[in-house]
């Protein structure tokens, strides 16, 4: 496989774009702490794996053979994002600093990675951005072609998890210091909860390539 630095590219600047991803890292962050914003980036990376294995088995191509199957995912995906930010909006004020060992039960790290992973298993866009990346690098060179899918799809999930990491951590540092401003924990809330609002509003309106 050559051109490897050209994958690396292509992936952070998808990585870096603003998305529900990234929103839903930085509001678990901010809302419950660092733990199960880690715990949700853990399910975003085995969507991510999902996806990629997904896309190895074509299933990018069973979406142009039934379209329905791809509407279906879509829906589905706006439908859970419209319940987070809605959910999101509803919250009340951040608990006091003492609570942060709450914020670590085994029960919010299991409903955190679940909540990761159908944010991004529900994502059509995801699956068909593997579909379409990870081909692209695919070299005729020996190389078993399974093989570099792995290895391309390993780096893909790796470097996310990585920026996802990343997100969860400075997420955690904002809850910190919104936990002193009250009003700024309003405005937090109201500008994640409308994001994944808009970004559910969004995805009802994607359409395959």
Known sequence: MTNLWLFFLALAVVLLL????????????ARQGRGPALATAIGLGVA???????????????????????????LAGAAYLLWIGLHCLRSTLLPPLNAEAVSNSHRQWRTAIRRG?????????????????LPQFIVN???????????????????????????????????????????AQRVQQWLFGSLLIGFAVRLTFVQQA
């Open 18 to 29: 603003p998305g529900p991803d990234m929103i839903l890292l930085l509001q678990t962050g």
């Open 48 to 74: 991510r794996a999902c996806h990629v294995a997904l896309a190895a088995l074509g299933l990018a191509a069973l979406f142009k053979a039934a379209p329905w199957t791809f509407e279906v995912v879509r």
């Open 117 to 133: 992973l159908l944010t991004n298993l529900l994502n059509p866009k995801a699956l068909l951005f593997c579909s379409v990346l």
């Open 141 to 183: 060179d020996g190389t078993p072609v399974l093989s570099q899918f792995a290895v391309l799809g390993g780096l893909l999930v790796g470097i996310g998890f990585m920026f996802d990491s990343a997100y969860a951590l400075a997420g955690a540092a904002l809850g910190r210091w919104l936990q002193h401003h009250p009003t």
